[in-house]
């Protein structure tokens, strides 16, 4: 089966940096996706790692560790408009296109 | 190119009546997802499409659950007869199975059972 972690709530000020990570519990898993939800909205996506390491797209990065079964975002220079839920998905390792997501983490980006 | 379209953005109804929600994917896109979305299970997977085809319906609730998709470019998701428990945001997704496989949702269906 799959398990997923995540901080409920995050607060965190405009300008500053922040992570928000996901632990997992899993039999396997090809790779680790993060999507952002303003409230109200629909998922969209941010990023994927495949392999362990960090991948950038601008202002956020992700980093997946296997051997730790952990993962996280990093929001840098954070803005208002950062505020929302985000959550970690794990792609099945045998069901490829099967996603799991965690329970999301909400981020309050005060000024 | 337009995005994930569903119908429609919202639906109050009273229990036992039959709900119809409906999707179009992105055209070119191979995979279509039913999610749903509730506070107190999160994003849930139901089914999902290849070509057209259920790959697997394992998140499919019960036998009320029903989702068809007849062409390439649009899917149904059925609930009969329909209960309180059902509220909820229900999001239609679609990729193109490619590479890092990023799904694209619609804006969702918002369905409240009276």
């Known amino acids: 089966g799959q398990s997923l972690e995540q901080p409920s709530e995050v607060t965190a000020v405009e300008g500053a940096i922040v992570q928000i990570n996901c632990t997992y519990q899993?039999?396997?898993?090809?790779?680790l996706s993060w999507y952002q939800q303003h409230d109200g909205g629909a998922p969209t996506f941010l990023s994927y790692?495949?392999?362990?390491g960090l991948e950038e797209t601008g202002r956020f990065s992700s980093f997946l560790s296997r051997s730790d079964s952990y993962g996280y975002l990093l929001l840098q220079e954070l803005q208002m408009k950062d505020s929302a839920s985000y959550f970690c998905?794990?792609?099945?390792?045998?069901?490829?296109?099967?996603?799991?997501f965690g329970s999301g983490t909400k981020l309050n980006v005060k000024p | 190119d337009a995005g994930v379209i569903q119908s429609p953005r919202h639906e109050v109804t009273e229990m036992g009546q039959e709900v119809t929600l409906r999707c179009k994917p992105i055209s070119g896109h191979d995979y279509l997802f039913w999610y749903r979305q509730t506070m107190m299970r999160g994003l849930e997977l139901l089914i999902y499409f290849n070509n057209n085809v259920p790959i697997d319906d394992s998140g499919m609730p019960e036998d009320r659950f029903s989702a068809k998709m007849p062409n390439a470019s649009f899917s149904t998701l059925k609930i009969q007869p329909s209960e309180p428990r059902d509220s909820a945001v229900y999001f239609c997704?679609?990729?193109?199975?490619?590479?890092?496989?990023?799904?694209?949702f619609g804006d969702g269906t918002r369905l409240s059972i009276l």
């Open positions: 899993t039999s396997g898993f090809y790779g």
């Open positions: 998905a794990v792609r099945a390792l045998y069901n490829f296109n099967k996603f799991y």
């Open positions: 790692n495949a392999l362990d």
């Open positions: 997704a679609s990729s193109d199975g490619q590479g890092n496989q990023p799904q694209h």
